[in-house]
């Protein structure tokens, strides 16, 4: 690598760390993010020019933010027409831009922590789809570029640009206030924010489409935002559900992939291969959603699921009567017919195959579960333990035909196969 | 993508100033709150070590010190998207040393783990 590409490298890494903190704190005084995000962009601009040249400053985010302000100043008087009190607000920033003197990251990031909040909470503002949430979280949060969410979504880059600018002209037009909502309504709107990492991370965890059965990478960027989040709102027990939950589904990523890319099912996994850091983390975190009280939320709940397998050491040795349980009470919170069919395996362990498919005998007339690969899998699976290899065979031949995962699809031909008569 | 940070140097005789420890917590502060900082830990001084050695099919054991002239001081590891970044991060470990503790000397190695994200 030259010099003029290391420079490049080392601003884009200074970037991707700082970004997320420079775009909020600029959204604080522009009360918009996308003007913010321009702005931010600008400094990246004048960081690309000067510093190949100048070599790049001691604190390069403190160096951004100042630029970015000062610009954010000029914008301000140019445009005579905003009114008197944004006209405050730019003097105030004037003072601030001075006092900066030696630019110290310390004494800006008084704020900060707060900004980054505002921040997550409109990008996750339920005014917008799921997808534009989840698009413009991983932009304006994550740090990542247009061609990087496209590229994590498999969609093309044109739809995900299209999919943010109508996102931010959304939040615009809609007068959408950069702030942390009011009591009466932060459950709802921490609901929307969860909900987007989470989708984030199932994406990666168990891709709905392409050729791969995980994409870790974009596990990887919602647990960081799970951790940020947790990070700014240590009360919050849903939170540290959400974090733990993530942290112990991804300590099975590199178990839940064979050598050839297909998928190997939980009971299947070799647990040699789970990952102890992240277990341990996760452990961690469902202990802190504990620490805080109150009935636990979703998401803790299925944290505690996981946290069952990630305790045992083997399939025969876990407490599939607890995940059962557990199942119940997930049931309860959000009345999911998928919920009720993770249940039918979880019964099906612990009180024998049979009981398993009774439960899953019930949810096959469930409209919502009308396209879903999982239950004639469940079922095909609980069918075969019973001896009912000709049913069985049938039921995998349906998962194969429903799912748009290339790799399950894989997964369910060959488990029909194994029911032929004769077959292994 | 993970990568494990390993701090090595050669103290000065001046004894290590609060204000670094001040600092490296709060550049750990830092990067825990921006969820890549996985794990983190001083090490003594390996003269509490030891050292298993397999040379010419022969096993031996060594207690600490070890020979080499820089000791290993901390490690962290980390959960990034390229190895600049991870540049970046040791870069601000290392200039709180250069800024802080007049004479110290070392360096980071930076190097990539095995995962399910490189084939590992």
């Known amino acids: ?424 | 993508m993970r990568y494990l940070m390993l701090l090595s140097g050669t103290n000065p005789a001046t004894p290590p100033p609060p204000a670094l420890f001040e600092a490296i917590m709060k550049l750990g502060g830092e990067a825990n709150a921006a969820g890549v900082l996985l794990d983190t830990a001083g090490l003594l001084p390996s003269q509490a070590g030891a050292r298993v050695t397999l040379a010419g099919g022969k096993m031996t054991v060594t207690d600490g010190p070890f020979t080499e002239s820089k000791e290993l001081i901390s490690y962290a590891l980390y959960d990034l998207r390229s190895r600049e970044e991870a540049v970046e991060w040791a870069s601000r470990f290392v200039k709180l040393h250069r800024d802080l503790w007049p004479g110290w000397e070392g360096q980071t190695d930076i190097l990539q783990v095995m995962g399910p994200d490189n084939g590992g």
Not at chain 1, 128 to 135: E, K, V
Not at chain 1, 185 to 204: D, K, P, T
Not at chain 1, 297 to 323: F, K, L, M, N
Not at chain 1, 351 to 369: H, N, Y
Request: glycine share 10%; hydrophobic share 45%; net charge negative.
């Open chain 1, 1 to 424: 690598m030259d010099r003029d590409e290391a420079t490049r490298s080392a601003i884009e890494a200074v970037w991707r760390i700082e970004s997320p903190r420079l775009i909020a704190g600029l959204a604080r005084i522009t009360g918009d993010v996308g003007a913010a995000e321009e702005l931010a962009q600008d400094a990246l601009v004048i960081a690309m020019e000067q510093w190949p040249v100048q070599g790049v400053p001691d604190g390069p985010g403190a160096w951004l933010m100042a630029t970015a302000k000062h610009r954010a100043i000029d914008l301000v008087r140019r445009r005579a027409r905003y009114d008197q009190k944004l006209r405050e607000i730019g003097r105030d920033m004037e003072t601030q831009a001075q006092a900066f003197g030696e630019p110290d990251v310390g004494t800006m990031d008084d704020h900060i922590g707060d900004d980054l909040l505002r921040l997550i909470f409109i990008a996750c503002h339920p005014i917008l789809s799921a997808q534009a949430r989840a698009a413009l979280t991983l932009r304006l949060v994550g740090g990542l570029t247009t061609h990087e969410i496209a590229r994590a979504f498999l969609v093309p880059e044109p739809t995900i640009a299209q999919r943010i600018v109508r996102a931010k002209r959304t939040l615009s037009e809609a007068n959408v206030p950069f702030e942390i909502p009011a009591p009466g309504e932060l459950a709802g709107r921490l609901g929307s924010v969860l909900e987007v990492i989470y989708l984030v991370f199932n994406e990666g965890y168990a891709a709905t489409s392409g050729d791969d059965w995980t994409r870790p990478e974009l596990c990887a960027e919602a647990l960081r935002l799970g951790r940020v989040l947790a990070g700014l709102m240590p009360r919050q027990a849903e939170v540290h559900g959400l974090v733990a939950l993530m942290e112990l589904q991804a300590s099975r990523i590199g178990a839940r992939t064979g050598p050839s890319g297909e998928p190997v099912l939980l009971t299947d996994q070799d647990r040699r291969r789970w990952d102890r850091l992240l277990i341990r983390r996760g452990l961690a975190a469902l202990a802190q959603t504990e620490q805080l009280g109150g009935a636990p939320g979703p998401y803790a709940v299925q944290a505690e699921i996981a946290a069952c397998h990630a305790r045992a050491a083997s399939v025969a040795g876990t407490d599939w009567e607890r995940i059962a349980a557990l199942y119940v009470v997930l049931a309860h919170l959000t009345s999911s017919p998928v919920v009720e069919l993770n249940r039918a395996v979880a019964v099906g362990m612990a009180f024998g195959p049979g009981k398993g498919l009774e439960i899953a005998d019930m949810l096959t007339g469930q409209p919502v579960l009308a396209g879903y690969a999982q239950l004639p899998a469940v079922r095909g699976d609980l069918l075969a333990k019973l001896g009912r290899l000709g049913e069985a065979r049938a039921e995998f031949a349906r998962a194969a035909a429903l799912t748009s995962n290339e790799r399950e699809r894989a997964l369910f031909l060959a488990r029909a196969a194994e029911c032929q008569p004769g077959g292994s």
